[in-house]
């Protein structure tokens, strides 16, 4: 039997897929553009088309599947989105799946991964949630633009710290429980990088790395939107959903530091000043 990582061609599912692949797991890597899907993995790893809101996807991609990895994607801002592939997830009889949830979401019932968490388990589908703080790499990628070009982070987090996670860690820990199905089966992770940053200790941190200067816009939450909408062009359901979970950044949600990372894999989480090194060139 094989697992199916979705949203393979993404951040976590990448780094997901991969760790299987390391530890010699029969993985079947799953989204929407199987083109996109061969150029990353190659021909030798099984590919699949998944499209969450196309029923007649998803039986396919459960063939001879017993674990799933299962990522909500972003721009699909309804838990609703994803209740038919759960249902039928439930069908095919998947004995382990492993959400990748949100830091905080067993009491906060805003982000859409609440209601995917709490339907999973009315369905009785064992499940192991990945509950990760936000990802170092929003800072690599969809706010990497902002940090070449003009030096700026432009997050609404005000002067809240969040304790950033490398999702290459996220990855490990995401293999770790998929390959270990019945220890793990029911049970919730909420996992952190090693301390918590507000925005202007990490623009501190990047200007050291980059040695060039690098500030904290402290932007408002309208000028963040009109930014990443208008002048980014980004879809307007993503950029709410983030500007929700900016406000209960605001609130002190993201600010925990735990060590479920380590007592899961055996490892230290990656620092961000490590990270920030090992991406240099993302922010030059
Ligand atoms: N960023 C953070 O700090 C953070 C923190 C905690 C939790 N999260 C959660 O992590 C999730 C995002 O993970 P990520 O950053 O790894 O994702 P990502 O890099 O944005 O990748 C999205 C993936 O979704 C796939 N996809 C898009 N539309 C699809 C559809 N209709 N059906 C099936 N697959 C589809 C894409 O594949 P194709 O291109 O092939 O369609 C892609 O692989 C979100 O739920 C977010 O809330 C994020």
Excluded: C, W
Excluded at 140 to 152: F, L, M, R
Excluded at 244 to 259: I, P, S
Aim: charged share 25%; no cysteine.
């Amino acid at each position: 039997m094989k697992i199916l990582v979705t949203g393979a061609s993404g951040t976590v599912g990448k780094y997901a897929a991969n760790e299987l692949l390391k530890m010699n797991a029969s993985i079947v890597v799953a989204g929407t553009d199987t083109q996109k899907l061969l150029k990353i993995y190659g021909k030798d790893v099984e590919r699949v088309k998944l499209d969450f809101t196309k029923e007649e996807t998803f039986d396919a991609a459960l063939q001879e599947v017993d674990r799933v990895f299962l990522m909500r994607p972003p721009h699909l801002g309804k838990a609703e989105d994803l209740y038919p592939f759960i249902q039928i997830m439930k069908e095919h009889g998947i004995k382990l799946v492993s959400f990748l949830s949100l830091m905080g979401v067993e009491k906060n019932p805003i982000p859409p991964h609440h209601k995917i968490e709490k339907y999973i388990s009315e369905l009785g589908l064992p499940f192991a949630h990945i509950r990760p703080g936000f990802f170092m790499q929003n800072l690599s990628g969809i706010h990497a633009e902002e940090i070449k070009e003009n030096n700026k982070i432009l997050v609404p987090a005000g002067k809240s710290k969040t304790s950033f996670i490398d999702a290459a860690d996220i990855g490990l820990a995401i293999a770790t429980v998929l390959k270990d199905p019945e220890r793990y089966k029911n049970t919730a992770h909420t996992l952190t990088g090693p301390q918590s940053l507000d925005y202007f200790e990490v623009a501190e941190l990047l200007s050291q790395v980059t040695k060039k200067h690098i500030s904290y816009a402290d932007p408002g939450f309208l000028s963040y939107r009109s930014h990443y909408i208008n002048n980014r062009g980004l879809d307007k359901k993503y950029v709410n959903v983030t500007m929700a979970l900016y406000l209960m950044t605001r609130l002190g949600t993201a600010e925990k530091v735990t060590d479920e990372f380590e007592k899961l894999t055996g490892k230290k989480p990656t620092s961000f000043r490590e990270f920030a090194e090992r991406n240099r060139g993302s922010f030059m």
